[in-house]
């Protein structure tokens, strides 16, 4: 676990060469704060809190750790927590935390107006904040493009002893079976995942970069991925053998999921919680946002920026992500049912 202090003691100049606002804390006296709990990596939202801190004057204090150590810690603080916002990946862990009651439902036009209503919580617990799309991924010299189309065709004969996986132990492939069974139904996306199983080339990986590196060094042919692990394998060696492929374009769209942030229930400072999510929805934040990770935008309005334009545009599924936590438990169970491991 990590805590990290941004605080901006010096004075910072606008464009116009006035120096950035500096509020106070009306209790304290002190600079202005806001307290973040969040699964995100440091380096990638250190530098957009340090840049909100410029803009606005107030001070960002995080905690990074896992989104179940963050979430027991709210859970075990409840009215003596520090925390004024939860951030953490994947819709499934936001709905857990709403579950537990630990997120607060707050109302912002703003918020409304930036992030579809599929990306974020019908009573405004979480908001999405960035999007990033659960892809097929191939090498070209053993896969011919037009070989593929959905994640059910994955089950096929043809890719018997062809295809790698992750464990179905990570949220990212948990969501993704949740949202098929909300097309699908619980029988015929059993029938699926047994497929998958079926085909698999070796045990299912733990992370999405080693079945990505597996695919690379022969010992399957194709996967299902986040697109930014593969991105940051490209932009490390852009002539690295494996390609990105958008699936389910002809049917539901490609699986999508966020990462998102939510006011929590007990924040200290929730005024201050609610302007620095909105902050980050704002088109001055979102393309740095998304960018970092090599993920996209959850504003439509902003563009893309960097090496994903490169893999075009694609239709993603728009059923609520919210179905991706209702269907958790429902998922992890038929996926245990099927031996998918």
């Known amino acids: 676990m990590r805590t990290v202090v941004i605080a901006f003691f010096v004075l910072v100049l606008t464009a116009c060469g006035e120096q950035a606002p500096q509020p106070t804390d009306e209790a304290t006296g002190q600079q202005a704060r806001v307290v973040v709990y969040t699964s995100r990596q440091p380096y990638l939202i250190e530098p957009l809190f340090e840049r909100y801190t410029a ?9 990074s750790d896992n989104e179940a150590s963050l979430i027991e810690r709210l859970a075990a603080e409840g009215r003596r927590t520090s925390a004024d916002v939860f951030m953490t990946v994947d819709a499934g862990n936001l709905w857990q935390a709403t579950e537990r009651g630990l997120l607060a439902e707050i109302e912002s036009p703003s918020l409304e107006q930036a992030i579809p209503a599929a990306l974020r919580d019908d009573q405004g617990r979480w908001f999405g904040l960035s999007l990033r799309a659960r892809v097929i991924v191939y090498h070209p010299d053993r896969v011919e493009v037009d070989e593929l189309s959905t994640y059910e065709a994955l089950a096929e004969e ?9 464990t179905s132990r990570k949220v990212y492939n948990q969501s993704l079976v949740a949202m098929m069974i909300e097309h699908h139904g619980a029988e015929r996306t059993a029938e699926i995942v047994s497929g998958w199983v079926d085909n698999l080339a070796t045990n299912p990986y733990s992370s999405d970069t080693q079945t990505i590196e597996a695919i690379a060094a022969g010992q399957c042919d194709v996967g299902i991925v986040n697109s930014y692990y593969l991105g940051r394998l490209i932009a490390e060696d852009p002539d690295y053998p494996v390609r990105l492929f958008w699936a389910n374009q002809d ?3 490609v699986h999508v999921n966020i990462s998102g942030a939510g006011v929590t229930r007990h924040a200290p400072r929730p005024n201050q919680a609610r302007a620095l999510i909105e902050w980050l929805a704002s088109d001055q934040a979102q393309a740095e946002f ?18 994903v334009v490169d893999w075009g545009e694609f239709k993603a599924d728009e059923t609520p992500l919210t179905v991706a936590g209702q269907r958790q438990a429902e998922a992890v169970r038929l996926m245990d049912r099927v031996r998918y491991r």
Do not use: I, M, Y
């Open 55 to 63: 803009a606005t004057g107030v001070q960002v204090d995080f905690t």
């Open 158 to 166: 043809q890719w018997a002893g062809r295809l790698c996986l992750r």
């Open 251 to 253: 049917t539901t769209g």
């Open 290 to 307: 998304a960018e970092r990770n090599l993920e996209f935008p959850a504003n439509p309005a902003v563009p893309a920026k960097g090496l």
